[in-house]
């Protein structure tokens, strides 16, 4: 039977499904971060327009306060060039733009807006703290919420001549505006920064982003634990199928005994020297016990897993119950003097106990017929039975090869066998899985402390 359930182990059918799916997964969410990317640039791309709309009806509605506090009459640009038209006849209310280019170049109306921002400028300049405000109003309407400072540049010397932005703040990520001409020759221009512009939508994709890789790596978990189950699931079938036909090989050696002791017990020499006589009737009911017990494990476990598995709970002698199943195991040695068990007991004069006998029995007679098995000789074992905390303790020790500290987390697995290679002991790997599912019926607990080299001490605490 196999050493241990390698449930790690995938076919190459298993593992080429589990990595297709954990691939797929991948790409989708690559797909989702660059759905994720293309939508973050479309809302970059939206605020910019926002905002420049806005900065444009920010300047307008800025230099019409101005123009409208101003005690100077507002002005009619009536012609560009140095040279009067003959129609104009007062030039109280013209501005002349001196140079036709500009006029040509960039557009007539960035050139009087510009015009009209100089003539606006002589009584009242622009305050860029009273255009905040003004922005504000306007940005809160257009549904742009974000920290904001406006500048008024100097594009020819590359400086910036007026800004709001204080001091200690720190500006991050900065979202500018298109810059708008605030004098004739458009030197000058005025432009409005949002101050971590998509911080709103930072928050929206962080939290998009962790719960599709939460998703993500639920799903690729999922596919794990799903190929995990399947490869668990195979090697338990495998392992069940070679634990009924080693169960078929064992039962065949007990009933070749039984056949064997009939055959003897009908001869009528045996039947008249009483030492071979009760030596084969010893024989015939060690090997009737062994099958017993192994078909009432199995019995056992196979209830379990059904659900259909109950204790009947009896009071006995707890004290007697072991020492009767020690002086079994005694008197079925072959070799006299092979075995030695020292047997003490603290049961403090009360001497009962509460669980079901007949798998207790089944309990202590694995513990320490696997304490015999993988002892060396001389096989030496102890076993203490003693009342702890309202519970009676009952352990085994033994002197044999011990157990490794990555081998004691799974022998109590279900078809786990440690040390097979080390020793030509047989089993099944049932033994203490069943021990284990016994003892928490009992709502007991069993644990193992062990040094490789230096034996094993089980022990299981059974609470009354």
């Not at 800004?163 to 720190?170: A, Y």
């Not at 949002?194 to 998009?208: A, H, T």
Request: glycine share 4%.
């Amino acid at each position: 039977m196999s050493q241990e359930l390698n449930s790690n182990i995938f076919s190459k059918k298993d593992a080429r499904i589990t990595i297709g799916s954990i691939v797929v997964v991948i790409l989708i969410f690559l797909s989702q971060l660059f759905l994720m990317y293309r939508w973050y640039q479309s809302n970059i791309d939206l605020l910019h327009r926002e905002l420049n709309l806005a900065v444009d009806e920010i300047q307008k509605e800025d230099l019409n306060r101005r123009l409208q506090k101003s005690v100077l009459p507002t002005p009619i640009i009536q012609y560009y060039g140095k040279d009067k038209p003959s129609e104009v006849t007062d030039t109280t209310n013209v501005l002349v733009i001196d140079s036709k280019g500009a006029m040509d170049s960039i557009g007539s109306v960035i050139t009087m807006n510009g015009a009209m921002e100089d003539f606006a400028a002589q009584t009242y300049p622009i305050n860029l703290i009273e255009l905040d405000s003004v922005a504000k109003k306007i940005l809160e309407r257009r549904g742009i919420t974000n920290s904001f400072y406006s500048e008024i540049i100097d594009k020819e010397a590359n400086v910036i001549l007026d800004t709001t932005i204080p001091s200690n703040i720190d500006k991050g990520d900065v979202l500018s505006s298109s810059e708008i001409p605030v004098n004739a020759p458009l030197t000058k221009v005025l432009r409005i920064n949002l101050i971590n512009p998509m911080s709103s939508f930072y928050k929206e994709m962080i939290l998009m982003l962790v719960l599709s890789l939460l998703l993500c790596v639920a799903l690729i978990y999922s596919f794990y634990v799903h190929q995990r189950t399947l490869a668990r699931q195979k090697e338990v079938a495998k392992l069940k199928d070679e634990l009924y036909s080693s169960v078929s090989h064992e039962f065949k050696r007990p009933l070749h005994a039984l056949v064997l002791v009939i055959s003897m017990l009908g001869n009528p020499k045996i039947l008249q020297d009483e030492a071979k006589r009760i030596r084969y009737t010893k024989l015939g009911e060690r090997e009737i016990d062994k099958m017993k017990g192994q078909v009432e494990m199995i019995l056992t476990m196979a209830k379990d897993e059904e659900g259909f598995f109950n204790l009947v709970y009896t009071d006995f002698d707890v004290v007697n119950f072991v020492r009767t199943t020690i002086d079994m195991f005694l008197a079925i040695q072959e070799k006299p003097g092979e075995l030695e068990i020292e047997f003490t007991e603290e049961m403090q004069g009360n001497y009962m106990m509460n669980a079901d006998a007949d798998h207790m029995t089944l309990v202590i007679c694995n513990l320490i017929e696997n304490a015999i098995k993988y002892s060396e000789v001389p096989k030496k074992v102890k076993i203490n039975l003693s009342r702890y905390n309202k519970s009676i303790r009952f352990s085994v020790k033994d002197n044999g090869l011990g157990i490794s500290q990555e081998d004691q987390s799974r022998i109590f697995d279900r078809y786990v066998r440690v040390n097979e290679n080390a020793t030509n002991a047989k089993g099944h790997g049932i033994g203490l899985h069943y021990v284990k599912r016994i003892v928490e019926k009992h709502k007991g607990t069993v644990s193992v402390n062990s040094v490789p080299g230096e034996g094993s001490e089980f022990v299981v605490v059974i609470p009354q």
